[in-house]
């Protein structure tokens, strides 16, 4: 593994070898993760799958204690209001504690530290889930399948099965 596998953001998709080095074969591969199957980088696709069920099931937990109306934009300000929250509470807790989100789960995949260390941890999650909620740090992706938001905190998210 290159001394300096994080690269640099803005040099573009083979950002994540050094001076000199060939880019990696594979998402993960600069970090020495398996190409395929369980403990390799998630794709992009069931990230975002993830994503989607877990604003669903903010959603749906919301809608069990603050009214839902469609016809009336005020109540529905407040609920999504509130359902940012529920989702960035959930999320962060359920990764800090976990290491997954419910979405994450159903789909196979789980957030993991760079460092080995088993559990996320509270700081990491919280910095996570709110860099997350931008969208923009998520959606940039490095060649080892990093987003900027998991480079930020020392993270990586992984297929489970």
Do not use: C, Y
């Amino acid at each position: 593994m290159s001394d300096r596998w994080t690269g640099t953001w803005l040099s573009g998709p083979g950002s994540a070898s050094g001076p000199g080095e060939d880019p990696p074969k594979w998402p993960g591969e600069g970090m020495g993760l398996p190409e395929a199957g369980p403990g390799s980088v998630a794709g992009r696709g069931a990230r975002l799958a993830a994503f989607v069920l877990d604003l669903v099931v903010a959603s749906l937990l919301t809608s069990l204690f603050v009214e839902v109306d469609v016809a009336r934009p005020e109540v529905m300000s407040t609920f999504n209001a509130w359902a940012v929250l529920v989702w960035f509470l959930v999320s962060a807790g359920a990764v800090s504690v976990f290491g997954f989100t419910p979405g994450m789960f159903a789909l196979g995949v789980r957030v993991v530290r760079v460092d080995g260390t088993q559990f996320v941890g509270p700081l990491r999650a919280v910095v996570r889930t709110a860099m997350t909620a931008v969208i923009l740090p998520a959606a940039l992706i490095d060649a080892n399948g990093r987003g900027l938001h998991d480079r930020a905190v020392g993270t990586v998210v992984v297929r489970t099965r």
